[in-house]
């Protein structure tokens, strides 16, 4: 089957390949729009943090205010980062099969025009930000340095995946930042089992690029890892659920709370035993589940706040 005419190698003939604009598709795939589970992925670790916030305030959820501009925020400043990555890869990227048709190396969006955009979109996620108190607007502004640094990490470490879990998971930090302006100790245990989780995730996503980047010289968990990555995802999985269950006890969570956390460990559980590092589409098909899972952990906090007031 031919490919969707300017359509990218890693895209799935979504939306934006058949009732987007044709002008504005290039950037639209710039901010991964027709790939939105990124966005997900960052947005579910601040989601988890309001949530947790609640059940240490006692409250009957979260603030829905602050769900609802996390849900921007995430959105408009995943797209910027992937901009960024874009602009600094784009010779990389043209190397890569899955990659060398997004629009910067097949020519379709200078890197002017790129930039202009990537602007844009920050600019976007910093009126969301100027929206929490001043302690999260800090704390916000502190994240773009670990953003800034994370394309260039392939290149010189082989655990470029711990600085895309310090940053993907920032998150994990603001949602209590926002509710009590201050960190405590359960959203430091959050935001260690999230980038844990992170870590784990990406290894099973750079898994579909492992003979890519092996020949021109990118480093990746995945390529450090090979045949251990079973094992090696048990292990920062499992460092994940720990971490986050210690968060959630710490923060005064109960029955509820748990059955999310056993349902989530299942979940990883699963994609463990499901993972066939050599099918690029097993890969994605998995990684592309921890939606579900962050979902599912997300709902046991929220549950876990709810019903305490209805006992």
Known sequence: MSRIVGSVADSTG???DTTAPLWL??????ARL???IGSWLLLLPCWWSSALAAVAAQARGPSLWHIMLFFIGAFAMRGAGCTWNDIVD????????????????????????????????????????????????????ASLA????YPFMKRITYWPQIVLGLAFSWGALM??????????GPALL??????????????????????DDALIGIKSTALLFGERSKPMLALFFGIAVVLIGAAGFAAGGRFIFALGLVAFAAHLSWQIASLDISDPDNCLKLFKSDRDAGLILFAGLVLDATFRHLA
């Open 146 to 149: 670990i953003v800034a640094i």
């Open 190 to 211: 959050l935001y260690g089992g999230s980038i844990s989780w992170v870590i784990g995730y990406d290894t099973i996503y750079a898994h579909q690029d492992r003979e």
């Open 90 to 141: 784009r010779d990389l990227d043209a190397s890569v099969e899955r990659t060398r048709s997004r629009p910067i190396p097949s020519g379709q969006v200078s890197v002017a025009q790129a930039a202009m955009f990537l602007i844009a979109q920050a600019l976007i996620g910093f009126a969301v930000l100027i929206s929490f108190n001043p302690f999260t607007i800090w704390l916000g502004i």
């Open 14 to 16: 979504n939306w934006v």
């Open 34 to 36: 027709d790939r939105p």
């Open 25 to 30: 598709r290039p950037y639209l795939r710039l």
């Open 175 to 184: 949602g209590w930042a926002a509710a009590f302006g201050r960190l405590d």
